[in-house]
Structures are given as C-alpha cells and as structure tokens.
Nanobody
Framework: QVQLVESGGGLVQAGGSLRLSCAAS????????MGWYRQAPGKQRELVAT???????NYADSVKGRFTISKDNAKNTVYLQMNSLKPEDTAVYYC???????????????WGQGTQVTVSS
C-alpha cells in the first residue's frame, strides 16, 4: 500500500559527502515521524536521525554536526545529507516512516529496502 524507496548511497572517500533520499508512494494521507537508521555488518540496527511532523529533529551523537535530516512534503520525500563522512559510517542505511493511509487514516510503520553507504579511508 505504501512503498519507501531509498537512493543516493554509494562509495565515497573519508571526508566526502552523500545525500540519501527516501521517496514514499501509495495511498498516503500523511507522513508523521520519519527517520534514518543504519546497520553495519555484525551490528544491530541503530538510529541515525529522526524528524517529526512538527519539524523536531533528533540525531545520534555520532553524527551530530555532520548529518542533516530534512523533508519535502510536496514530494513525500525525506533526505539525509551526510557530510564529513568517516569509515565508521559505513553501513546499510534504511528509511523509516510512520504513514497514515487513505481511506482509514490509520497509521503504520514502513521501512525501505536499504541503501549501501561505504566510506573508504
């Protein structure tokens, strides 16, 4: 009913930048809380950044000052601008959104398929 499709991952050298995008499609009434998570090999999935419908943001300590989450409501798209990337940022990045759908406006949690980010030293 709702799909989240990430893009923008890739290979970058340490100190470089990438911008991830997550586009939502389907019977969307509203997108409430949205966020980015990541999972490195052998590690648990962890929160990177979240953004509420009221524009409040929250970042993991490890990315504060380097990453910025934002959204384009008209495009139902959330972004993650990643600057000053470090090798420890290497992971699969997943988009998450709590989406209310037509016609019931009930909300559900959705995940994207993930996009690989690799930072070389």
């Amino acid at each position: 009913q709702v799909q989240l499709v990430e893009s923008g991952g890739g290979l970058v050298q340490a100190g470089g930048s990438l911008r991830l995008s997550c586009a939502a499609s389907g019977s969307i009434f509203s997108m409430d809380a949205m966020g980015w998570y990541r999972q490195a090999p052998g590690k648990q999935r962890e929160l990177v950044a979240t953004l509420t419908s009221g524009a409040s943001t929250n970042y993991a300590d490890s990315v504060k000052g380097r990453f910025t989450i934002s959204k384009d409501n008209a495009k139902n798209t959330v972004y993650l601008q990643m600057n000053s990337l470090k090798p420890e940022d290497t992971a699969v990045y997943y988009c998450n959104a709590f989406v209310r759908t037509w016609p019931t406006t009930l909300g559900y949690d959705y995940w994207g398929q993930g996009t690989q980010v690799t930072v070389s030293s």
